[in-house]
Every structure is written in structure tokens, then in C-alpha cells.
């Protein structure tokens, strides 16, 4: 089995819509993709309704977190989307990134660059807008070469120039969430550090104590050295171990499948989970 359980679409910041996310997903060779579009589920109804016969959907959310001024990622698997605590969360974070995108345009227009709000805002669509979204419009200004390029403390990045904090959850109260609405909690690329500021690896293991069930080792802002510091950091405290491509599209260069989960980490998972079921395609 081929599973890839870390891609976004046009829900979010992702340039496939969910029906082309998982079209691709069966072209690609995959057996299981999970969906994880940023803070919301309004991407499953659409997947699900075109999901290909022999391909499996994984129903997920990546929440966005901050732990002591360090922003990191909860990958939620398989959890109950109607639950009320988790739904108002999610919601708090949507409603806050609007205002905040606009902000952040306003700073760049403050440096001098002649991005618009309009052009943001197309950029994204009907997907939650953020980062990735204004990064696109830099680089059809030609401000920066990649949507990457922009993520540097020059630009977009924590701390970065024109960047603008948003609500974020304490990713203790987000595993209290995803375990309340029967789901499981993955820390997503907790080492990736080209993205910016990691959280310490003792942290993880605080995170492990409160219940988080795994860590996303495989994936591409890794290196292999910490690839295998994290697999013995997951050994060491009992967490899965999971691997993914966090596909975007064409927004970023990783491809569905670069990177997997082992078949038995992803039954775990299924066997973990008590607030939705993996979805089998029909030949949508």
C-alpha cells in the first residue's frame, strides 16, 4: 500500500480543487490520501464525492498552533468534523485570517510593493486565505523567485518584515480537541528548520504526555539526520511515525507520494480513531 496522509487543496492554500487533489492522488499510484487542508473541512465533500474506485480518503485538518512564540502544526486524523469544541476552534482561526492577510498586505505595501488585496484575495479563491496566497502574488511581481522565497524573515516569515501573528491554538488544548472529537493528533515537520523556529525536542516529549500520538518524520524539509533523530526520539517516547508529501500543487515543488506511511503506522492510526472512518472510493 502507498499512503500519503499530508496534502491540501483549493480549501486552503493548495492549487488542486478536491476533487483534482484526489483524481491526481489515483493517477499518482496511492492507495490512501489523507486530506489536511489548513484549519477546516470544506474540502471533504467534494473529494469524497469524486474519490476513484481503489482509492481510500482519509478525512484530516492541520491546525495551526503556537507553543511560546513558536508557531507549529497539528495534523488531525479521522476525528468527528461536527464535534463542537474542535468546529469553533477551527472557526476562530478562519475568522482571523482574513484581517490578518490584510495586514500583511499593508505592510508590504508599506515596503514599497505594489501588492493588492484584490489580487490576494483571487489568488485564494474560495480556500482560506493565507501566506501562501500573498507569496504567489510576490512572485508574479517578481518581488521573489518561488512562494518559498518569500518565506524569510525578509518577507512572510515569523518575525519576518510584513509578517502578522494570528490566532493560534496552544497545540496542548489542540490534542485535548482532537482526542475529544475521536480523532488522532500528528505533529506535522516538527524539525523542518528552513521553515523558521522549531519548538525544542524536549517539547515533543511534553506533547507526548499529553497525548499526542505521532510525529511526521518523512517529509521533504527534513534532512535524513533528522529524519533519524526523530525516529529515535519516537522510539524513545512511544509515538508514531509517518511520512508525506504535504503536497500543495503546483504552489510547491513536492510530489503526491514523495514520501509515505508505513501500512501498519496507518492502521494504527484507523484503529486509534473513534470520530470518522476512512472513506473507500466508489469510482467518484
Known sequence: MRIDLHTHSTASDGTDTPAELVRNAAAAGLD????TDHDTVGGYAEATRALPSGLTLIPGAELSCRLNGVSL??????????????A???????????PRARAMV??????????????VAE???????GRPHIATALVELGVVESVS?????????????AHVEKH??????AIRLIKGAGGVAVFAHPLAVKRGRCVPESAIGELAAAGLDGVEVDHMDHSEDTRA???????????LTTGSSDYHGSRKTCRLGEYTTDPEVYGEIVRRATGAFPVPGAGG
Open 73 to 86: 502544526h497539528m495534523l488531525a486524523y479521522l476525528f468527528d468534523p461536527a464535534e463542537p469544541e474542535l
Open 168 to 173: 493560534e491554538l496552544d497545540p496542548f488544548e
Open 106 to 119: 499593508g505592510k508590504l505595501r508599506e515596503l514599497d510593493v505594489p501588492i493588492t488585496w484584490e489580487r
Open 149 to 161: 522565497d518569500a518565506f524569510t524573515t525578509e518577507w512572510l516569515a515569523d518575525g519576518g518584515r
Open 88 to 98: 469553533r476552534e477551527r472557526e476562530l482561526v478562519r475568522d482571523d485570517r482574513v
Open 32 to 35: 490512501v490520501v489523507a486530506l
Open 123 to 129: 489568488i485564494a479563491g474560495a480556500g482560506a486565505v
Open 229 to 239: 533523530r526523530l525516529r529515535g526520539l519516537a522510539a524513545e517516547l512511544g509515538l
